[in-house]
């Protein structure tokens, strides 16, 4: 069975800094996907990037990127330049890759809550 | 394109009742998964149906059922209500066929057992 950790419940930050989410994962997959979900007070829950595990290039997309520590299952989100919009709680899960339908089921983290402050 | 709709946001039920949560996907997705969000165990999986037929289950006792219609449109069902029950419930579709398909979420519903 697959673990995901968010050792950081609650972070903040000032608009236009950087900030840095950390998520860990056991798993004995080799091959898998592995998400930053962002979910505001609306309730939804927003992809925010994904990374496949067999790619060492990390993702980016626009002000979010990842650093993505294979060998020891760390995968953080870095944001950079902080957005009152990016208040919300962000989630790391995790999917093993295959066919079939065992892949498609997301393990998640317990979350960091994260406030942008003007 | 239409997103993931959750029918309805706000559900108020009484211990024992049952109840039964909506979920219609994006158009052309053929799996839809549940999730169980709450404040103490955080987002667990609960299922998930793909072309009508169910691939996966989390560790959720029977009470707990859900089936998906040839549309893809999805329902889940909860019998003989516990308090433990109040939770967000969130629903999230993909194609299911495709390996680093991402899953995109609705809104959810709040279940309040009373």
């Known amino acids: 069975a697959q673990t995901v950790t968010q050792s950081q419940p609650e972070m903040s930050v000032q608009e236009a800094e950087t900030v840095t989410l950390s998520c860990t994962y056991d798993t004995s997959e080799n091959n898998y996907y592995l998400f930053w979900y962002k979910q505001p007070p609306s309730r939804q829950m927003i992809l925010v990037i994904r990374q496949e595990a067999y790619k060492q290039q990390n993702a980016t997309e626009n002000r979010f990127s990842v650093n993505f520590q294979k060998a020891a299952k760390s995968f953080s989100l870095k944001i950079s330049d902080s957005q009152l919009g990016d208040t919300a709680m962000y989630f790391c899960a995790f999917m093993k890759q295959g066919s079939g339908g065992s892949n498609y089921k997301l393990t998640f983290g317990k979350g960091t809550l994260l406030t942008v402050n003007p | 394109k239409a997103g993931v709709t959750q029918t309805p946001r706000y559900l108020i039920k009484t211990r024992g009742q049952q109840v039964t949560l909506s979920c219609s996907p994006i158009?052309?997705?053929?799996?839809v998964s549940w999730y169980q969000q709450t404040p103490g165990q955080g987002l667990q999986f609960l299922f998930e149906?793909?072309?009508?037929?169910?691939?996966n289950k989390g560790n959720f006792p029977g009470r707990f059922s859900g089936r998906q219609f040839s549309n893809s449109r999805s329902e889940m069902n909860v019998s003989t209500l516990e308090l433990g029950d109040s939770a967000l419930y969130l629903c999230?579709?993909?194609?299911?066929?495709?390996?680093?398909?991402?899953?995109?979420f609705g809104n959810g519903t709040r279940l309040t057992v009373t």
């Open positions: 999230a579709s993909s194609w299911g066929d495709r390996g680093n398909s991402p899953l995109h």
């Open positions: 149906y793909f072309s009508e037929t169910q691939r």
């Open positions: 158009s052309g997705h053929r799996s």
